[in-house]
T-cell receptor, first 115, second 107 residues
Framework: GAVVSQHPSRVICKSGTSVKIECRSL??????MFWYRQFPKKSLMLMAT?????????EQGVEKDKFLINHASLTLSTLTVTSAHPEDSSFYIC???????????FGQGTRLTVV | KNEVEQSPQNLTAQEGEFITINCSYS?????LHWLQQHPGGGIVSLFM???GKKKHGRLIATINIQEKHSSLHITASHPRDSAVYIC?????????FGTGTRLTIIP
């Protein structure tokens, strides 16, 4: 089946630095990818919709200058957490919808810890 | 009010029991997904439904579009089924998630 690969799976960074997370669709093209954030024992919350070749659409309350999204190709979207703070520590996960059958595929997730 | 409601929130059962997790939603949708999230965080898509019923191994998913309700069943449950099960509805290419059901199967 289709696979979405997310990297890295775990990252620890210092406050003030930036972290880039990659999301790749390995065997299908995804014009749209989604970035979610999940706090412990909570639902996935949509942060933004990443559109290939155009600007991302951010959900209300998500700072676009803080969470930079780049969807440079039909198989790659990146999320960069800029000037990270400890409160940005969370589980970030991407997904892509297979346009042919609307099936959703998820990356493995990235656990970010900002110290 | 969440557009997607799941019940129960937590479920503990003995190995071998038949498990049912319910999902109700309040909007018209194009598809409904059942997802499984293990403690490490990774999410696996179990089913995508737009009508009727699907079966994969010991897992069965049903959906009633008119009643806006779906159920996930697990037959002959096993400790390895322990995970969080999440219902998500697809509308306009966006997924809205339920709060999840934490299932624990005791040997």
């Amino acid at each position: 089946g289709a696979v979405v690969s997310q990297h890295p799976s775990r990252v620890i960074c210092k406050s003030g630095t930036s972290v880039k997370i990659e999301c790749r669709s390995l065997d299908f093209q995804a014009t749209t990818m989604f970035w979610y954030r999940q706090f412990p024992k909570k639902s996935l919350m949509l942060m933004a919709t990443s559109n290939e070749g155009s600007k991302a659409t951010y959900e209300q309350g998500v700072e676009k200058d803080k969470f930079l999204i780049n969807h440079a190709s039909l198989t790659l979207s990146t999320l960069t957490v800029t000037s990270a703070h400890p409160e940005d520590s969370s589980f970030y996960i991407c997904s892509a919808i297979h346009l042919r059958n609307t099936e959703a595929f998820f990356g493995q997730g990235t656990r970010l810890t900002v110290v | 009010k969440n557009e997607v409601e799941q019940s129960p929130q937590n479920l503990t059962a003995q190995e071998g029991e038949f498990i049912t997790i319910n999902c109700s939603y309040s909007v018209g949708i194009s598809a409904l997904h059942w997802l499984q999230q293990h403690p490490g965080g990774g999410i696996v898509s179990l089913f995508m439904l737009s009508s009727g019923k699907k079966k994969h191994g010991r897992l069965i998913a049903t959906i009633n579009i008119q009643e806006k309700h779906s159920s996930l069943h697990i037959t002959a449950s096993h400790p390895r089924d322990s995970a969080v099960y999440i219902c998500a509805v697809l509308l306009n290419e966006k997924l809205t998630f339920g709060t999840g059901t934490r299932l624990t199967i005791i040997p």
